[in-house]
């Protein structure tokens, strides 16, 4: 795994745009998490060297936010918001009722690795519930069948 | 489906015209006059005294005064300056930012640009919180547009002020909103928040003289710009003058969005525009300014919205998220969600947070299981006390509040709880 040179210009035009070139890792974590789907070590470690850091530095904001992963994840996420606002109208039962259409438990990948369904916490979405984020799309004011069909139309 | 407010004002009055997204459509409203004339004849100082007088509040939840953090900040130009949109909108119950990017943007940016004329800043950091791709596109297409027209970069509208706006997406991390781990995160690292002091005004975004203020904070400035201090001040409360977007969510009929001034009514906001709890429901309690700040019972609901008033009731404004539990509610099953989060989202910097908001968390699920004991209500108090005002940032402060205000109102519940050991609320929503 490598990083491309259209992402490595990509990354460089986010680095100018910061006083300190470090400025642009969380860009820069986001493109490569775009082209490769996660943050593998040796990406980490040529991602270090583009900012003169060291790997753990690179791994360690990988680490700390929800939205980088650090192993290879299913085709397609799809959070249901848990906070309270959703919670008070049914998002809790609507995720049980999904891990039950699916057979998994949240967090679980399918095993065909096709999906994971997971739980998130507030979305702002909190008028709109209850609601998903399925690959970075917003879905609201959900019923248990709308979310159901979304779910089977992931391929 | 099309996110409009169902009650607007001057900031969401174009929401439902698709083209007040774009420049042209924007300027067709009368957008960037206030900033063509402010350019034109309002020196930077001045336009930190007149934000001043208008007594506008920051309106990301602190509630500060927008013209004494303008002015904190150094004069000269030494060092570079730099402002910073927080658009990490994350309040469980907070959902107004994303609408005015989204439907909004130029109005944002036109506040953002009479921001830096008054404060001498270089550029703009936009920090759009990562789940919001919607609303960062919108705000990216505005600031391209902006820079075409010549609204952005070397020369602003052909006068003697560059300015540029970056817009940087943050990658989900709750602890993000505050102001200085928002710093941190955009200069690429954990956001941990910093101690204060030094302040942003001294020492902020990479090392620089920086003021955070939040998107809705900015779009308020524009109209004070245009139509002046008395205007801005004949809607809303002496000390908390203008409107606000109040979301409301959870157990009414018609949640969503209400641009109204401060100092409604909470149970205007409720009943009136809310329409109320779901029919045959009564409703139990009303948390009013996002997940952080302390619930208010059904019979306090006669309360102004304003941070003057909620204080006296031992709760505040925040991000004016509104968030009605009815009667079928179970208060400690409330309280598991809540110190759930505060303990998923603690940046783990501090003890007194990092320690407490799991025990918080631990007790009062063990409360909800029927397993708790008389003195388990002691133990949490006592766990919140030690919470308060000890740590690096608020966020410790903001996961004892909600605990506290849930057992000062609804001790009961707990009490049930221990009792009968059992939750004695079998329509509450399950965990």
Not at chain 1, 74 to 88: F, S
Not at chain 2, 2 to 9: F, N, Q
Not at chain 2, 58 to 64: D, I, L, P
Not at chain 2, 368 to 395: H, N, S, W, Y
Request: with cysteine; net charge negative; proline share 6%.
């Amino acid at each position: 795994m490598v990083i491309s040179d259209e992402t490595r210009a990509r990354i460089d035009a986010e680095i100018a745009k910061y006083p300190r070139p470090r400025g642009g890792l969380l860009p820069a974590l986001h493109l490569v998490q775009a082209e490769h789907g996660f943050v593998s070590p040796e990406l980490a470690k040529e991602l270090a060297g583009i900012f003169e850091l060291k790997p753990v530095d690179v791994m360690e904001v990988v680490s700390f936010y929800n939205m980088f992963f650090d192993r290879p994840q299913p085709r397609h996420h799809a959070y249901v918001c848990t906070n309270l606002p959703c919670a008070l109208r049914g998002a809790r039962t609507l995720l049980r009722q999904l891990e039950s259409h699916l057979g998994v438990h949240s967090g679980e990948p399918t095993p065909d690795g096709r999906l994971v369904l997971g739980h998130e916490e507030c979305l702002g979405a909190c008028g709109y519930a209850p609601m998903m984020r399925v690959d970075g799309v917003y879905h609201e004011d959900l019923d248990l069948e709308q979310a159901k069909r979304i779910l089977d139309s992931l391929e | 489906m099309l996110k409009v407010p169902h009650t607007t004002g001057y900031l969401s009055e174009h929401f439902a015209d698709d083209a007040f997204g774009t420049l042209v459509g924007y300027e067709r409203r009368g957008g960037y006059a206030a900033l063509r004339k402010v350019l034109a004849e309002v020196p930077p100082a001045d336009v930190i005294e007149t934000v001043k007088a208008s007594g506008l509040q920051g309106r990301g939840g602190a509630g500060f005064s927008t013209g004494m953090k303008w002015s904190f900040m150094p004069k000269g130009d030494e060092k570079p300056k730099y402002l910073v949109c927080n658009a990490d909108e994350s309040e469980p119950g907070s959902f107004k930012d994303r609408i005015l990017m989204e439907r909004g943007p130029h109005q944002l940016l036109e506040g953002i640009l009479i921001a830096a004329w008054a404060t001498g800043a270089a550029k703009t950091f936009i920090y759009v919180r990562g789940e919001y791709k919607e609303p960062a596109d919108q705000v990216e297409r505005a600031v391209a547009e902006a820079y075409a027209k010549g609204y952005l970069g070397a020369r602003v509208m052909k006068r003697d002020f560059r300015h540029d706006v970056v817009v940087q997406r943050g990658a989900g991390a709750y602890i993000c909103g505050e102001e200085t781990g928002l710093l941190e995160s955009l200069e690429g690292k954990k956001g941990q928040p910093r101690k204060k002091q030094p302040f942003p005004a001294q020492y902020g975004a990479f090392g620089m003289p920086t003021t955070v203020n939040n998107v809705e904070t900015f779009c308020h400035v524009p109209h004070i710009l245009a139509r002046g201090v008395e205007w801005f001040r004949s809607s809303g409360t002496e000390k908390s003058p203008g409107n606000t977007i109040f979301g409301v969510s959870g157990h009414v009929q018609r949640p969503g969005l209400f641009e109204l001034p401060l100092g409604t009514r909470l149970d205007e906001i409720v009943f009136e525009h809310a329409g109320g709890p779901p029919p045959g429901r009564k409703v139990k309690g009303v948390i009013p300014g996002g997940m952080s700040m302390p619930i208010l019972p059904a019979h306090q609901l006669d309360v102004p919205m304003a941070n003057e008033f909620l204080r006296e009731r031992k709760t505040m404004l925040g991000t004016g998220g509104v968030m009605v539990m009815d009667d079928r509610t179970c208060m400690v099953r409330a309280a598991c969600v809540i110190s759930w989060f505060f303990r998923d989202e603690s940046c783990g910097q501090c003890t007194q947070c990092r320690e407490g908001t799991g025990w918080m968390n631990k007790i009062v699920e063990r409360i909800e299981r029927g397993a708790g004991e008389p003195r388990d209500l002691e133990i949490l108090l006592d766990v919140a006390a030690k919470m308060e005002g000890q740590t690096i940032c608020a966020f410790s402060d903001a996961a004892a509040w909600p605990i506290q205000g849930l057992l000062r109102h609804f001790r009961g519940d707990f009490e049930r709880h221990v009792a009968e050991r059992k939750c004695p609320f079998p329509e509450c929503f399950e965990l």
